[in-house]
Nanobody
Framework: QAPLVESGGGLVQAGGSLRLSCAPS????????MGWFRQAPGKEREFVSA????????YYADSVKDRFTISRGNAKNTVYLQMNSLKPEDTAVYYC???????????????????WGQGTQVTVSS
């Protein structure tokens, strides 16, 4: 089983909202930076958002800024992605990932992420 498990994906109309969750399976990631990436059909996987291990530092792709909010649960082991004002171009498989060592530069790249989930499908209809 993948070390991270995503949930909360589904089909929603444009302008709607979804909340994705990412929970660990078999280990703890409370001291890791956590990120969300997405991959649309025929496109490369891209960065969406990330949060530092403490939950205080957050990062967003320009395409989702002011619409998506990333947060960590109280135990810092679960990560959420609240997605509002969804657009058809947000349609993709969304992946959660964990990185033990990151910098403000690398946190928005796939390079430092050691652990990945299997993804959850988000489909936004127009």
């Amino acid at each position: 089983q993948a070390p991270l498990v995503e949930s909360g994906g589904g089909l929603v109309q444009a302008g709607g909202s979804l909340r994705l969750s990412c929970a660990p399976s078999g280990r703890t990631f409370s001291s890791y930076a956590m990120g969300w990436f997405r991959q649309a059909p025929g496109k490369e996987r891209e960065f969406v958002s990330a949060v530092g291990w403490s939950g205080g530092d957050t990062y967003y792709a320009d395409s989702v800024k002011d619409r998506f909010t990333i947060s960590r649960g109280n135990a810092k082991n679960t990560v959420y992605l609240q997605m509002n004002s969804l657009k058809p171009e947000d349609t993709a498989v969304y992946y959660c990932a964990a990185a033990q060592r990151v910098s403000a530069v690398t946190i928005a790249t796939m390079t430092p992420y050691n652990y990945w989930g299997q993804g959850t499908q988000v489909t936004v209809s127009s």
